[in-house]
């Protein structure tokens, strides 16, 4: 079965106008609740991508919820980041998907102009997530961030002065910040689903450097193990490194240098060989990694088994 076209939605207002909601009280920040959307179901679009963040906290969701390809971990409730043009598809039993509650906060870029949140805004990596990353959110938590958008709701509803939009943003912050807090504790306290992509981390590196074809298929990339394991390259080297000291390009580079301290130890195959049979284009690219990570040149490494 074919994809539905996403619906592309520009503006806050067209996002109002889409659910039958009243009209946004500003046009750049807005707080939906779930319950409020007068649609039916049957009658909301099947896929969206719209050119502002969203911020969802959903609870009581039973359909299938799609961001980018992967399908969301749901759990009682979670809180899930998009950026622009990202695509969410929504997938039946849609008889469900009304009796589902929580908040979505809407933000559009142009807030952030002349605000450092307009290249901090990129530095928080749960935008770029996919899907089964989605944050789950005990109750205290819960209600913390909730009362952080309501703050935001409540200052643009108000009459605005001179500090309205400083006040948003910094609530915006504030809202980011305890996101990045609760993300690292979802790391250390997500035990058993990230102990096992650590298992099949490792099981990746040796299937590929395990093959006879690694000349014409090159060094492995971060993107490669990331795709591998349905995770965004960013959120799988911050996983790794919070659970093992090491990045998914540490992993990668020490996976070389252990294989390559084999063959220069137990094989006659010449330094250029072995950089090739490793995958480097330039022996001279492989020495350097091999030195920074060993405190020895390949040459050295050898001798000292001689």
Partial sequence: MSQPVPLHIKTISEYHRLLRLPKPLHSLVSLIRFEDMPYHPDQAPRSIVHNFYSIALKKSFHARLKYGQQEVDFDEGILLFMAPMQVLSI???FETVSSHQGWLLLIHPDLFWNTHLAKKIRQYEYFEYKANEALHVSDAEEHLLIGIMQNIAREYE?????????VIIAQLELLFTYAERFYQRQFMTRKVS?????????????EYFKGDDLQSKGMPSVSYFADALHLSPNYLSRLLKTLTGQSTKDLIINKVVDIAKEKLSTTDLTINEIAYALGFD????FSKMFKS?????PVSFRRSFN
């Fill in 158 to 166: 108000a009459r605005t002065d001179i500090f309205s939009h400083d």
């Fill in 194 to 206: 990230n102990h096992q992509i650590i298992g099949r981390m490792e099981e990746l590196l040796n």
């Fill in 282 to 285: 330039h022996p001279q690219a």
């Fill in 91 to 93: 997938e039946g039993p």
């Fill in 293 to 297: 990570k060993a405190n020895l040149s």
